[in-house]
Nanobody, 119 residues
Framework: QVQLVESGGGLVQPGGSLRLSCTASRIMFSLYDMSWYRQVPGKQRELVAV???????NYANSVKGRFTISRDNAENTVYLQMNSLKPEDTAVYYC?????????????WGQGTQVTVSS
């Protein structure tokens, strides 16, 4: 069974930094596009950052210049470095693995990790 396990969330003051990690098992990690999403209660889950299997990246406008997504295929891990955090970054952050193959699309999710930005 595919597993994505996030870690690194917590409570941080505004202006602080956190690094989230997501380690995958039972998938050919290097073939997947990896993303971070976030969700606050009562709102839709939103895409924060994506890193394609080739290494190209894309970010939501709200986090550009502050967040950096990266991946280590040898460790089956994707990271999200979050700097200059703001209270509006408070959310549950989810890791996503996505692949399109053979005419079908497959996506897997982690269980989420809480990030709270507050003084």
């Amino acid at each position: 069974q595919v597993q994505l396990v996030e870690s690194g969330g917590g409570l941080v003051q505004p202006g602080g930094s956190l690094r989230l990690s997501c380690t995958a098992s039972r998938i050919m990690f290097s073939l997947y596009d990896m993303s971070w999403y976030r969700q606050v209660p009562g709102k839709q889950r939103e895409l924060v950052a994506v890193i394609a299997r080739g290494g190209s990246t894309n970010y939501a406008n709200s986090v550009k210049g502050r967040f950096t997504i990266s991946r280590d295929n040898a460790e089956n891990t994707v990271y999200l470095q979050m700097n200059s955090l703001k209270p509006e970054d408070t959310a549950v952050y989810y890791c996503n693995a996505d692949i399109s193959v053979g005419g079908g699309a497959y996506a897997y999710w982690g269980q989420g990790t809480q990030v709270t930005v507050s003084s």
